[in-house]
């Protein structure tokens, strides 16, 4: 079983296919996501551009965007913090599309497993 949630973000912007910057709505506190479970080709690659330039279209033509954090209920919830990145996923509201998917159908990354 897996716990989690689902809160409204706005875009502050992306720093790489697999990473952007969001903010909760009215607020001023900037803070990164790690988009988890999948690996995007490096920023200064050509195919690290493609995936960045896709991940901005996304996100800017989306209506909203919610931040969804899942920790699985048997594991210590702050193994997954990061000190400079929250591991989660960015739904694309309202079609509930996971950026994640969205990256990889289109081949701008691939499922990372540990």
Known sequence: MKYGLIIRVELHRVRDG???????????????????DINCPERYTEAGKLATQYTIQTLEAADEIA????????????KHLSFDRVPADLVIMPQRQLLSDLLIREGHAKRWTR
């Open 18 to 36: 697999d990473t952007v910057e969001v903010k909760f709505p009215g607020g001023w506190w900037v803070f990164a996501i790690r988009i988890k």
């Open 67 to 78: 931040l969804q954090v899942e920790i699985p209920s048997n594991q210590n919830p702050l």
